[in-house]
């Protein structure tokens, strides 16, 4: 009875996940979708003329990584690692909880037959945990430590 509590558990966690991915993926999608749409070049006067011409052809990416870049004092570099980290922060959920789904099919269920299968269960059990925590801490100590 136990097991059935943790491997349904673990499903629901995982389907939260990717409800969770999903929607933040969404938002990304549809702001990408109108700043396309308003990223028109226009220019008034000559084509030699640079500083009449306005581009608006930033993304949301581009924007995310310009208010990191200036809320890290001015790196483009480490504004554009804490970008990619906080990505890697959010599509983490749903992977990782897939794994656990696995991993704890392979402990619980495969593992009373076969030991080897118990023991590959849990050593990835314990390993995909760690992962977890460290790609949810990596931002936070990234942006504690460069700022």
Known sequence: ???LFTI???LIIAILSFSIAFASGEKIEENDAKSVETSKIEISGEI????????NNLTQKDKEIEEYTKALKGNKTNGTVLYYLKLARVYSYPIIFVLMVIASLNYFIIGNKKLEKK????????????????????PLLFAVIVS
């Open 1 to 3: 009875m136990k097991r």
């Open 8 to 10: 349904l558990g673990v």
């Open 48 to 55: 030699g003329n640079a500083s009449s011409t306005t581009i």
């Open 119 to 138: 023991e590959n269960g849990f050593r990835m059990l314990v390993t995909l945990i760690v992962g977890l925590i460290v790609f949810q801490i990596l």
